[in-house]
Every structure is written in C-alpha cells, then in structure tokens.
C-alpha cells in the first residue's frame, strides 16, 4: 500500500485543487452579489473528481515513463517511480490506471448530475465530454505511440486542463455562466501549473535527452527554460490584480481583498533561489513550494473575496 501511496505522488495534489478552489469561491463571491445559491455539494463533488483526475494522471505517468524505460534515466528518482524501480509490475500499474479511470469517469457524471441535472441538460453532456477530455489527457501525457509529453506540448495541455477548464469549469458548475474575467485567474493558476511542469523538465533535462523525451524545456535549452520559469511565476499575481482591478476593488474600500498580494515576498524570494540554482537535480526541492504556493494564492483570493460574507 505505501507504494502505492508513493506512486500516487501526494505532493502534486494542492496545485490540482488549487484551480477548484479559485474558480468555486469566485462563483460563491459573486453569487453572494446577486442572490443566488452556492451548492456546497457541487464544491465537494468537485474536489474529489479533481484528486482522482490527479492520481490518474500521476499513476499514468508513472506507467508510461516506465514502460518507455525514461525512469531508468533518473537515477536519482528512480527509487521513487514504482514501475521503473520494480516495486509495482507494468501491469498492476495498468489496471490502476483503467480502474482510476472508470472512477473518474463515475465521480464526474454524480458531479454533473448535481450540477446540472435536470434543468441544464445541454450543459450536461457538453461537460461529459469535457470530462473525457479531462481523463483522456492525464493518460496521454506519457501513454500511447504518440505522448504528447513527449512532443514538448505538455505545458499547452497543463494551462488549458490545470488552469482554464479547472478554473473557468468550476466556477460554470455554480453560476451556469461563462465570465470573461474568469480567464484572468484561470490563466493564473494555468501558468502556475506551468512553472510546475517546467521546473520538473528542467530537473530532467539530462535524463530526458537520453531517453528522447523531448519536452518543451529540453527544446528551448535550460538557459531559456530558467528564464521562461521566471516568467510564469512573475505573471500570476499581476493577472488576479488585474482581475480585482476589473471588478472594481481598487475603487472600493474592501482592501482586504488584497491580502493574496503577501504571497509578492515569498514568490520574489523563491524565484531568486531558483534563478541561483546551476546543477538541474537541485530543482526538485523548488516543486514542492511552488504547488504551495498556487494553492496559497487560490485560498488567499477566495478568503479575500468571501471574507465577510
């Protein structure tokens, strides 16, 4: 069981919900503004649908590195991946991986029948499809003739599902409405979502060479890789000023909305240390805080919008 646990990757699960949270306590704040209700049903179905969509994609990752022999690269992370390092076999890897992701599919229709059923029937079977695009992108980062990990478009697929569709997604199950303004925080927690992705490229940009995994840092080189990674963590923060700024807190006297701007320190300080970092396998301690990070800036934005309510 505890491989299991250790293959499931526990680590990577905050910055998962970090995008559920955004978008269902923005939903919250806004339908507090115009009277509506906010189902807390829907925010529990949610959470758990997003954590099996998560241990899907980490367990499919696993069994696909492992079965392409690219974990055998990473001598250092070897020990943790379970396929690569003997501890599950490539099959039992494979049954958890079809087992998670009938679960997935199961929670995310009790989940859109919550949501939607039986007034909203066209918005139903319009995210049943989304749904299947959710589970079918966890399997094919790695899994298939064709990963598209593999083709360094694993960053495209990571802003679109872990910000726009999670963010944007959420917060449509709640007010059955799509908000420009949405993008805003979605493309946030999507280019946090990002640094993760391409930190942990950055980390195996050797491995991956040998093994011909061709991800989107390994094609740009680490030099342009480290200042891309100093893009998207300088970005999130200005995107959700921007989104207060367009729903008009910086007219108001609501100041406490701001208080996920504290997180300006801690991020300026977590960027030097990566900027400081020469020997790419010193990157992996960085992961961590930037999936706590994401996950700090989506509380801090619905504790300040949902305060007083």
Same mark, same amino acid.
């Given at each position: 069981?505890?491989?299991?646990?250790?293959?499931?990757?526990?680590?990577?699960?905050?910055? +998962?919900? +970090?995008?559920?949270?955004?978008?269902?306590?923005?939903?919250?704040?806004?339908?507090? &503004?115009? &009277?509506?209700?906010?189902?807390?049903?829907?925010f529990a179905l949610a959470l758990i649908v997003t954590l099996l969509y998560q241990v899907l994609s980490n367990y499919a990752n696993d069994y696909g590195d492992g079965v392409k022999g690219t974990d055998t690269q990473r001598a250092s992370e070897a020990e943790a991946r379970a396929v690569a390092s003997g501890k599950i076999t490539a099959k039992q890897m494979k049954n958890a991986v079809i087992l998670f992701s009938v679960l997935s599919f199961v929670a995310t229709v009790a989940l859109l029948y919550v949501a939607f059923f039986p007034n909203y029937m066209k918005e139903f079977y319009i995210f049943i499809g989304l749904g299947v695009a959710c589970i079918l992108a966890a399997i &094919?980062?790695?899994?298939?003739?064709r990963p598209y990990g593999y083709m360094g478009l694993g960053d495209i697929f990571v802003f679109i599902f872990f910000g726009l569709v999670s963010v944007?997604? +959420?917060?449509?199950?709640?007010t059955k409405s799509f908000s420009w303004d949405?993008?805003?925080?979605?493309?946030?927690?999507?280019?946090? +979502?990002?640094?993760v992705l391409n930190l942990n490229n950055m980390r195996d940009i050797e491995s991956d060479k040998l093994s011909g995994k061709n991800s989107f840092a390994l094609r740009i080189g680490f030099k342009n890789a480290m200042i891309?990674?100093?893009?998207?963590?300088?970005?999130?923060l200005i995107l959700i000023l921007m989104f207060l700024a367009v729903n008009g807190f910086f007219q108001s006297q609501n100041y406490y909305v701001f208080i996920v701007m504290i997180l300006m320190l801690p991020l300026m300080k977590l960027?030097?240390?990566?900027?400081a970092v020469k020997n790419?396998?010193?990157?992996?301690?960085?992961?961590k805080h930037i999936g706590i990070m994401t996950f700090m800036i989506?509380?801090?934005?619905?504790? &300040?919008?949902?305060?007083f309510h």
């Amino acid at each position: 069981m505890n491989d299991w646990i250790k293959a499931a990757r526990l680590r990577t699960l905050p910055l +998962s919900l +970090s995008g559920i949270i955004m978008g269902a306590f923005i939903a919250k704040w806004r339908l507090y &503004g115009e &009277g509506g209700i906010w189902d807390w049903k829907i925010f529990a179905l949610a959470l758990i649908v997003t954590l099996l969509y998560q241990v899907l994609s980490n367990y499919a990752n696993d069994y696909g590195d492992g079965v392409k022999g690219t974990d055998t690269q990473r001598a250092s992370e070897a020990e943790a991946r379970a396929v690569a390092s003997g501890k599950i076999t490539a099959k039992q890897m494979k049954n958890a991986v079809i087992l998670f992701s009938v679960l997935s599919f199961v929670a995310t229709v009790a989940l859109l029948y919550v949501a939607f059923f039986p007034n909203y029937m066209k918005e139903f079977y319009i995210f049943i499809g989304l749904g299947v695009a959710c589970i079918l992108a966890a399997i &094919g980062y790695t899994v298939g003739k064709r990963p598209y990990g593999y083709m360094g478009l694993g960053d495209i697929f990571v802003f679109i599902f872990f910000g726009l569709v999670s963010v944007c997604g +959420s917060y449509f199950l709640f007010t059955k409405s799509f908000s420009w303004d949405m993008l805003l925080p979605g493309t946030a927690i999507g280019m946090m +979502s990002m640094a993760v992705l391409n930190l942990n490229n950055m980390r195996d940009i050797e491995s991956d060479k040998l093994s011909g995994k061709n991800s989107f840092a390994l094609r740009i080189g680490f030099k342009n890789a480290m200042i891309y990674e100093m893009i998207l963590l300088q970005l999130p923060l200005i995107l959700i000023l921007m989104f207060l700024a367009v729903n008009g807190f910086f007219q108001s006297q609501n100041y406490y909305v701001f208080i996920v701007m504290i997180l300006m320190l801690p991020l300026m300080k977590l960027r030097r240390q990566i900027m400081a970092v020469k020997n790419p396998k010193e990157l992996d301690q960085f992961l961590k805080h930037i999936g706590i990070m994401t996950f700090m800036i989506a509380i801090l934005t619905a504790l &300040g919008l949902n305060l007083f309510h």
